[in-house]
């Protein structure tokens, strides 16, 4: 039923499938999804998708927060040789994809996505009229073939795609992760991210476990080797607990987690790693953090094997350690570029080098910092002020559980520099923020405290754990309209 590509993911899963075929591949509790039905499921899945008229050219969109549903139609994809993009976003980013075949796993047809086509239950047995011809796999495997919404270098969605050659040399260098069958992953990020995407699949091409079960209780019950997230959602998921027993690793992803949270996660992890890197980047390096003899943290800044991080000026000359710059990213596994951005992909994948869009420095010790984004500085009076950096400061005053900076339009047009602030369970208000207002002056002087520090449940941010500032400052808008609104109310309200 398939032919030989040895840059072929969906090929090489059904053929290693066979090696663990009664060993789990999906799980949780009351659910168990050998590797041998989840390649069963996968052919079905291609079936189903060859009789809706999918093949060799075709694109096709997936939404569903089901594992299964999103890792099987990923490598059916493979086996006919059409494009996969997870189609969360909007109905444009989809358009701008192409999408010819639309798939949603939402049995409510109100919240389907208009025009798709229901993934059910059925999705998973062969059809009645399946052919018998074998799978043509991909036509060219430096096409795109997997593509993602990414915030690429600006901000503004991008759709960044990977070719099967690609996703191949990828999954290879992720045998790391997965040094013997059956090691066991828990992603955190909504199905179809990315950077879980990239874990999940390397997890089965190497036999190993998915968890899908991202309660702190499951882990203790079934005890994953890694555990995959964000600082914000490992933040939000542990609170102030610590697991009974300890778990082998966590790495968090998409933002550097404050010193504090490292601390508290070493007591239910033995090692916190911050990985760097990015789904056009890849994975670069990790910060392994753990806890010495003495209590302090340690860390050990691992470089991937084959990567070069450099540390440029504008004109793309090295600048030495210890100063400031523009990061570039060289290695052999780069993403072929952005689908509906030309112009971008020639500014930003150069003479062989990614340019992320970060600023950083490598210290004398070897240790490589990202100090913020080329774009995110506020311009304060004149006083340039990183907004990471702030971010850092204030996040790491004692009592503040999570907090982020932006500029909030006010009435007169001009923007405020604004903190949302989330505090630590008995924290008092007052004091907190007396810190807060002292690590923000270290940072810019009185030019960089806040304006206002507005309390929140949770800080907005993206699917990657990284601040949303568009979304704060929206936000601080609505309620600060409804407030002024109830007030109005009240003054013309006769009694």
């Known amino acids: 039923m398939t032919q030989a590509q040895d840059f072929n993911v969906g090929f090489t899963y059904l053929s290693r499938a066979t090696r663990w075929r009664d060993e789990p591949a999906i799980f949780h509790d009351g659910f168990r999804l050998t590797h041998g039905a989840l390649a069963g499921i996968t052919i079905a899945m291609a079936r189903h998708m060859q009789r809706h008229g999918a093949g060799q050219g075709s694109v096709v969109g997936v939404r569903s927060d089901d ?4 890792m099987a139609s990923l490598l059916a994809t493979a086996l006919i040789g059409a494009r996969w993009v997870f189609a969360s976003g909007s109905d444009l980013l989809r358009r701008r994809a192409g999408v010819t075949l639309l798939l949603d796993s939402e049995p409510d047809p109100a919240q389907r996505l208009p025009g798709a086509v229901l993934v059910d239950a059925d999705w998973a047995k062969m059809p009645a009229d399946a052919p018998t011809t074998p799978f043509p796999g991909h036509a060219d495997a430096d096409a795109p073939w997997l593509i993602s919404r990414t915030s690429g270098t600006t901000g503004t969605p991008k759709l960044v795609w990977l070719s099967p050659r ?3 040399a990828r999954n290879a260098l992720n045998a790391e992760m997965f040094p013997r069958p059956g090691v066991c992953l828990c992603g955190l990020f909504v199905s179809g991210a990315p950077g879980q995407t990239s874990r999940y699949l390397s997890a089965l091409l190497h036999g190993g476990r998915i ?5 702190p209780e499951a882990w203790s019950r079934h005890r994953p080797d890694i555990v995959f997230g964000s600082p914000a959602q490992m933040r939000s998921l542990i609170g102030d607990r610590t697991l009974p027993e300890k778990l082998p690793r966590v790495h968090l992803a998409g933002s550097t987690a404050p010193d504090k949270l490292v601390r508290h996660l070493l ?8 990985g760097y890197g990015s789904t056009e980047g890849f994975n670069c390096l990790s910060v392994r953090q753990s806890l010495g003899p003495d209590g302090a943290i340690t860390r050990d800044t691992v470089l991937r094997p084959g990567v070069t991080i450099e540390i440029v000026d504008a004109d793309d000359r090295p600048l030495p350690v210890g100063r400031d710059g523009i990061v570039r990213v060289r290695n052999g596994v780069l993403a072929g570029g952005y689908l509906d951005a030309p112009e971008l992909t020639e500014r930003v994948f150069r003479n062989g080098w ?25 311009n ?6 990183n907004a990471a950096v702030l971010d850092h400061m204030i996040q790491n005053v004692p009592g503040v559980k999570d ?3 932006f500029l909030m339009p006010g009435p007169d047009g001009e923007d405020r520099l604004t903190a949302f602030y989330v505090l630590e369970p008995g924290a008092i208000a007052h004091d907190v923020l007396s810190e807060a207002r002292l690590a923000a002056m270290r940072v810019g002087g009185a030019a960089a405290v806040p304006k206002r520090f507005l309390p929140i449940d949770t800080v907005p941010r993206t699917a990657t754990g990284k601040p949303d500032r568009a979304a704060c400052a929206a936000h601080a808008i609505r309620v600060r309209d409804a407030v002024q609104a109830r007030r109005r109310g009240t003054q013309t309200t006769p009694d």
């Open 67 to 70: 594992v299964t549903v999103t």
């Open 166 to 168: 690609i996703v191949t």
């Open 211 to 215: 968890l899908a079960d991202i309660a």
């Open 267 to 274: 007591a239910s992890f033995d090692v916190v790693t911050n």
């Open 354 to 378: 990614f340019y992320p869009g970060d600023l950083g420095h490598w210290t004398e010790s070897g240790d490589f910092v990202v100090t913020g984004r080329i774009n995110d500085q506020y």
């Open 380 to 385: 304060l009076g004149g006083v340039k002020v």
């Open 403 to 405: 907090a982020v900076t």
